[in-house]
Nanobody, 119 residues
Framework: QVQLVESGGGLVQPGGSLRLSCAAS????????MRWYRQSPGKERELVAD????????NYADSLKGRFTISRDNAKNTVYLQMNSLKPEDTAVYYC????????????WGQGTQVTVSS
């Protein structure tokens, strides 16, 4: 069955770094665009970063450009999110998402991993 399993979250001090991973299985990973979303308590889920199925192009939320980097390894069926210079406002549950713009669109979600930025 389809699985997206995030890992790498945790508690980090402001200014620190974390690298999230999302391991995919049960579908053809290289056919899917991959995304990271995040959701803080009381807020809507927001798109953090997006990468094409080949990894050739990536997009970021404007507020995160320069601090976060999305990448993927299609040989390992894994997408990553490198997060640097973390701020308390980056505290959220981070979700991995796979999307294929077929008819109908296909979309899968991971269970999320908690990132807490606090001193």
């Amino acid at each position: 069955q389809v699985q997206l399993v995030e890992s790498g979250g945790g508690l980090v001090q402001p200014g620190g770094s974390l690298r999230l991973s999302c391991a995919a299985s049960g579908f053809t990973f290289s056919w899917y665009r991959m995304r990271w979303y995040r959701q803080s308590p009381g807020k809507e889920r927001e798109l953090v970063a997006d990468i094409s199925h080949t990894g050739g192009s990536a997009n970021y939320a404007d507020s995160l450009k320069g601090r976060f980097t999305i990448s993927r390894d299609n040989a390992k069926n894994t997408v990553y999110l490198q997060m640097n210079s973390l701020k308390p406002e980056d505290t959220a549950v981070y979700y991995c998402n796979a999307v294929k713009w077929s008819v109908p669109p296909l979309q899968y979600w991971g269970q999320g991993t908690q990132v807490t930025v606090s001193s």
